[in-house]
């Protein structure tokens, strides 16, 4: 559906107000929002089952088949014809479902919870699904809420609003009001969609909804292609190619043989397609699918959903995490963890800790003095204090800016909740904090006098004062001693606030101002700042053990960011802190320069929002695979063009999340070390299906390559490797891809980024097997031939060989180094389940009449089971042994 754009609308203003001015009729919001649409940014829609089906068919080895088939029926050869056709829709079937669960899963996964709104409809106000917002409503917004589209304010009142989503700058704007201009007198005040009110409320008409908004315009310019693709893809496209070569060129050495050979064109035809069928591993793309499904599964249980299926094994192969700060490696949660009185006393809270729990350090400062004298600066925080802590049902809610709320948390942890002060201290007047004042007021009646408490920047509540608190006593004010205290303390990181107290008569002359103000006692200085969440220390231990490096990109200060990395147990040295000024100077020299800074830095602080992806694409220039956290629109750059883009679920953007790869529901940094598992257990699973469809695909090519070449007869017929890999690849790959994690993946070294699938380990390991598989079948197909087996027999024993072959090879799979006595062999029942199934269903078509005329199958005796088991075994034994002599040998795997 074609909706209406902004303009249509904005050129009217009385469409805009509304009818009346008093907001909008339900039928009048109906009619807008047909022509607007809703007020979401644009979601893609899963493909149906039914072209997921046909998009299987879409590949070079079902065009083969198709031919083969075509040709079988033009030949009259309708079993084999019939054969190929039950196995192109067995695996579109399979592909489809895989694929059409695993997408539908995906976007169940993306729906996050829609916001509500405050709306005017029909002459009152009403709460609605912020999605049936239209351009015209009128809408009320309060602190603690998120705007919910694109308003112009009518009035506000002490409005202030986080617009770092959108412009990347922390400090919060202040929206003037109340707003009364009228139409041609100048433009009122925006609040955008996405922001948040930190303090105060207002009312405004919406003016622009879903993408006309300003987040759904920047949502709108991030269409350009990703810079960086997944590792996967890449290896993948690297693979295929070499698979192309591999099987073309022999292919043409066997019709050249077969040439020779005069042999027909029919046969030189169905064996290139059996040949194809053999080498070509058609059941991996299902095999790929449904290992990511189950990590995707698997991370979302860990709190990470995964939008774009292939960046699941791309978080396993990130070797450098640029994360930001707030939220992430810590709280995002302001908290007051030091207390400071002006004779030094320091009173030390952990986070979650209440006063009587915390450190008191001080010269012989007695524990219930300190105490007394900290309750005291905390009524004062509480008092002229504009934020509120209510606890409900589900726990508690904060309403208010940061600060505020941290303040009476304090207090509260203190056994001083607000209510029960303001009991004994009706309020009677109060000054609003202003960023021009930098200082909030309150006055409260207590006995026979007016009791001032105040709260704001050191600084100015060190010029108010003329006495501080020392041991209970109000001695003259050391102004220096105090300054030198706030710089110690913002120095550790903390942000620091100060607290007065004063008293004045009932009757105040000209009423309650910024004139009482004066002669105050200094009550002391709380330092807080945003407590680093308990996990993350180890989550960052983990990621060294795992050898991935971890940087910082923040607007914060250097001091502030150094003094919370050290505490997230970030490694670096005073040389790795790059400002965001370093990086401007930098970026001014070229790319050069630039990559050298990002070559060694660690900490990025006061970075500009447009310079994160300066750094992240830098970082990708030096070698590394960059994951990048963000929650902002103006983190969306860095998201999009980044290897992997990873967006906070909680507080982010819907732009941040529509840009990103990962989004992470809890905000939590440990989430994505969980990933990081995850990618690696998706990766090694997807190793472990190739290893095990083209070592048994190489074993059948290297079959024919020794029989045809010596003029002996075709080892397998075309329809039986259908067969082969129907029974032995359709089913086993798929369980292989589900194998469980091996418990060590967070111990090993991240792959390089140039590191291809085929490593000198899975090189050797398929050069075994098919030789070993190959040979070996080839050499019983020559015996069996010498000592007077018919064609037909001999190959019934040889694709009987070959399945428990491919059998014994999937047990084998199932790792790299471990032994299979050492994973268990009931750890991956659904496997056990595919290996007698596909045995099974061979022995049943050898005693099923149709499958056994179309196969060219025949029961066999029990001598010659036992043969072709001791046969077959011998893959496990080779393969066993080789494990056991990587494990001896401590080496990175990469090189093994």
Request: net charge neutral; no cysteine; proline share 4%.
């Given at each position: 559906m074609t909706y209406a754009t902004l303009p249509d609308l904005t050129s009217r203003r009385e469409a805009l107000v509304g009818s009346e001015g008093v907001g909008l009729t339900?039928?009048?919001?109906?009619?807008?929002?047909?022509?607007?649409?809703?007020?979401?940014?644009?979601?893609?829609?899963?493909?149906?089952?039914?072209?997921?089906?046909?998009?299987?068919?879409?590949?070079?080895?079902?065009?083969?088949?198709?031919?083969?088939?075509?040709?079988?029926?033009?030949?009259?050869?309708?079993?084999?014809?019939?054969?190929?056709?039950?196995?192109?829709?067995?695996?579109?079937?399979?592909?489809?479902?895989?694929?059409?669960?695993?997408?539908?899963?995906?976007?169940?996964?993306?729906r996050l919870e829609q916001p509500y709104a405050n709306v005017i409809r029909d002459g009152r106000l009403r709460e609605i699904d912020a999605r049936l917002l239209v351009p015209g409503d009128r809408v009320a917004i309060e602190a603690g809420g998120r705007v919910p589209a694109d308003i112009r304010l009518l009035w506000a009142t002490d409005l202030l609003c986080d617009e770092s989503l959108l412009t990347g700058e922390s400090a919060p704007v202040h929206k003037s009001g109340p707003v009364q201009a009228a139409p041609g007198e100048g433009e009122r005040p925006m609040a955008f969609a996405g922001t948040l009110v930190t303090r105060g409320r207002g009312r405004g008409v919406v003016v622009a909804t879903g993408a006309t908004t300003e987040m759904g315009k920047i949502a709108a310019e991030i269409g350009k292609a990703s810079f960086a693709k997944p590792p996967l893809?890449?290896?993948?496209?690297?693979?295929?190619?070499?698979?192309?070569?591999?099987?073309?060129?022999?292919?043409?050495?066997?019709?050249?043989?077969?040439?020779?050979?005069?042999?027909?064109?029919?046969?030189?035809?169905m064996m290139s397609v059996g040949l194809a069928v053999s080498a070509i591993p058609e059941g991996l793309p299902i095999a790929i699918s449904v290992a990511l499904a189950i990590s995707m599964r698997r991370m979302a249980k860990a709190h990470v959903i995964v939008r774009r299926m292939p960046a699941v094994e791309a978080l396993g192969s990130c070797t450098m995490i640029a994360t930001d700060k707030t939220g992430t490696l810590t709280l995002n949660e302001l908290t007051v963890t030091d207390i400071r009185l002006p004779d030094g006393t320091d009173i030390v809270c952990d986070t979650g800790a209440d006063l009587d729990a915390c450190t008191i350090r001080g010269d012989g400062t007695p524990p219930a003095e300190a105490r007394k004298r900290a309750i005291a600066l905390l009524k004062a925080a509480s008092l002229p204090n504009e934020g509120s802590l209510v606890k409900e049902a589900n726990g508690w809610t904060a309403v208010?800016?940061?600060?505020?709320?941290?303040?009476?948390?304090?207090?509260?942890?203190?056994?001083?909740?607000?209510?029960?002060?303001?009991?004994?201290?009706?309020?009677?007047?109060?000054?609003?904090?202003?960023?021009?004042?930098?200082?909030?007021?309150?006055?409260?009646?207590?006995?026979?006098?007016?009791?001032?408490?105040?709260?704001?920047?050191?600084e100015t509540l060190i010029d108010m004062a003329d006495r501080m608190d020392m041991a209970g006593r109000a001695e003259p004010i050391d102004r220096e001693l105090l300054l030198r205290q706030k710089v110690e303390m913002a120095a550790r990181g903390l942000r620091v606030l100060a607290f007065a107290e004063g008293e004045t008569a009932i009757e105040a002359d000209g009423g309650f101002g910024r004139h009482l103000l004066v002669d105050l006692v200094f009550l002391g200085l709380a330092g807080m700042q945003d407590p680093v969440r308990p996990e993350v220390p180890q989550a960052i231990r983990d990621c060294h053990t795992a050898g991935v490096d971890v940087a910082m990109v923040t607007g914060d200060d250097p001091r502030t960011a150094a003094a919370i990395a050290s505490e997230a147990g970030l490694i670096f040295t005073d040389s790795q802190v790059v400002t965001g000024e370093e990086v401007r100077r930098a970026e001014e020299k070229g790319q050069e320069s630039l990559d050298g800074l990002t070559r060694d830095g660690r900490i990025y602080a006061r970075v500009a929002p447009s310079q994160k992806l300066a750094i992240v694409l830098s970082l990708a220039r030096n070698g590394h695979f960059v994951a990048v956290t963000g929650d902002g629109v103006n983190d969306a750059p860095a998201l999009k063009h980044a290897h992997i883009g990873v967006a906070m679920g909680r507080k982010g953007t819907e732009v941040a999340k529509e840009s990103a790869d990962i989004v992470i529901t809890d905000d939590n940094f440990a989430s994505i070390v969980s990933g990081i598992r995850e990618g690696r257990v998706a990766y090694a699973n997807i190793r472990k299906v190739i290893f095990m469809l083209m070592s048994t695909g190489a074993a059948e090519l290297l079959l024919f390559l020794l029989a045809i070449p010596l003029g002996m007869p075709m080892p397998l017929l075309p329809v039986q490797l259908l067969w082969l890999n129907l029974v032995t690849n359709g089913i086993q790959d798929i369980a292989l891809a589900s194998e469980n994690p091996e418990g060590d993946e967070l111990s090993r070294a991240p792959r390089r980024p140039s590191e291809p699938i085929f490593d000198r380990l899975m090189i050797r390991r398929i050069w075994q097997s098919t030789l070993v598989m190959g040979a070996g079948g080839f050499a019983m197909f020559y015996v069996l031939l010498k000592q007077g087996y018919g064609e037909t027999e001999a190959r019934n024993l040889l694709l009987l060989l070959f399945v428990l072959f491919e059998n014994f090879q999937t047990l084998t799979s199932r790792s790299e180094r471990k032994s299979i006595f050492a994973l268990g062999f009931l750890a991956n029942p659904l496997l056990l389940a595919s290996i007698v199934a596909a045995q099974a269903l061979h022995i049943a078509a050898m005693y099923t009449p149709w499958l056994r005329e179309a196969l060219q199958l025949s029961p066999i005796s029990l001598l010659e089971w036992a043969m072709l088991l001791l046969a077959a075994s011998s893959i496990f034994f080779v393969m066993e042994v080789d494990k056991w002599r990587v494990r001896s040998r401590p080496v990175d795997m990469r090189a093994s």
């Open positions: 339900e039928e009048e919001a109906r009619l807008r929002l047909a022509q607007f649409g809703p007020n979401s940014l644009p979601e893609p829609r899963a493909s149906s089952l039914a072209i997921t089906f046909v998009r299987q068919f879409r590949s070079p080895l079902i065009y083969i088949l198709l031919a083969a088939a075509l040709v079988s029926l033009l030949l009259s050869d309708l079993q084999d014809a019939l054969f190929i056709g039950i196995v192109l829709i067995a695996n579109g079937i399979i592909g489809s479902l895989q694929e059409h669960t695993a997408t539908k899963a995906a976007l169940a996964l993306r893809m890449i290896r993948l496209e690297r693979f295929s190619q070499l698979i192309a070569w591999i099987v073309a060129a022999a292919i043409a050495l066997l019709v050249l043989v077969g040439i020779a050979r005069a042999m027909t064109l029919n046969e030189l035809f208010g800016d940061t600060v505020d709320v941290a303040l009476l948390a304090a207090a509260h942890k203190a056994g001083l909740p607000r209510e029960a002060i303001e009991d004994d201290y009706p309020l009677v007047a109060r000054i609003p904090y202003e960023p021009d004042l930098k200082y909030a007021a309150s006055f409260h009646r207590h006995a026979d006098s007016i009791r001032i408490f105040v709260k704001g920047a050191a």
